[in-house]
Nanobody
Framework: QVQLVESGGGLVQAGGSLRLSCAAS????????MGWFRQAPGKEREFVAA????????HYADAVKGRFSISRDNAKDMVYLQMNNLTPEDTAVYYC?????????WGQGTQVTVSS
């Protein structure tokens, strides 16, 4: 079992930056593929970024490529999402996700609001 707790959300002006953090508790964090998803009001949850368990390979949604960066620190059981050049379209609740085989865990989410 893995528990995920996000932090770092908030209100920021367009063009600004935020860094989201996700703290994981439980064993074998390093074996989990970690990711960030987001859900805007009235929309489905969508993939944002992911980082592999094995070699830190990263993947990004087209909408955030070049602006967002995902990283992990296995020694601290943490995963991060650095978000730069934010736009109002990035406004959403951001969720941390951990996946390994059939195991799939979610955090409670953190709100990111970008004002124009």
């Amino acid at each position: 079992q893995v528990q995920l707790v996000e932090s770092g959300g908030g209100l920021v002006q367009a063009g600004g930056s935020l860094r989201l953090s996700c703290a994981a508790s439980g064993r074998t964090f390093s074996l989990y593929r970690m990711g960030w998803f987001r859900q805007a009001p009235g929309k489905e949850r969508e993939f944002v970024a992911a980082i592999s368990a094995s070699d830190d390979t990263t993947h990004y949604a087209d909408a955030v490529k070049g602006r967002f960066s995902i990283s992990r620190d296995n020694a601290k059981d943490m995963v991060y999402l650095q978000m730069n050049n934010l736009t109002p379209e990035d406004t959403a609740v951001y969720y941390c996700n951990g996946r390994s085989g059939e195991l799939n865990f979610w955090g409670q989410g953190t709100q990111v609001t970008v004002s124009s």
